[in-house]
Nanobody, 132 residues
Framework: VQLQASGGGLVQPGGSLRLSCAAS????????IGWFRQAPGKEREWISC???????????YYSDSVKGRFTISRDNAKNTVYLQMSSLKPEDAAVYYC???????????????????????WGQGTQVTVSS
């Protein structure tokens, strides 16, 4: 599956953005989809995941850094996963990436190990800038 992240931009602190992860080449229904981000000079960080509704339970997972502010969701008809980001902070500024993997427990693995858990497919990132 090929992934393309989009929706990034410049937003003021406290503002909102919705990122999209559009897939082609396969249906996302069988994949766990994760969002990662990487800020300049920092390691890549896992932030959210939604498990496969067909292979797993379709549950959502969040890192402590975004829990309560970000919401991940699927639109299977559009073969797209979204990341709704609210109450954005300057420290949320980063390049955001989406990833897909067929492993049943991939969300738990990403939550535990982050990018070290690996991934099946990785999309081109989208830049999010949070600044007044």
């Amino acid at each position: 599956v090929q992934l393309q992240a989009s929706g990034g931009g410049l937003v003021q602190p406290g503002g909102s953005l919705r990122l999209s992860c559009a897939a082609s080449g396969d249906t996302l229904d069988d994949y766990g989809i994760g969002w990662f981000r990487q800020a300049p000079g920092k390691e890549r960080e896992w932030i959210s995941c939604v498990s496969s509704p067909s292979r797993s339970d379709g549950f959502t997972y969040y890192s402590d850094s975004v829990k309560g502010r970000f919401t991940i969701s699927r639109d299977n008809a559009k073969n797209t996963v979204y990341l709704q980001m609210s109450s954005l902070k300057p420290e949320d500024a980063a390049v955001y990436y989406c990833a897909a993997d067929l492993r049943t427990l991939i969300c738990a693995q990403w939550k535990l190990s982050g990018p070290k858990a690996g991934f099946g497919s990785w999309g081109q990132g989208t830049q999010v800038t949070v600044s007044s």
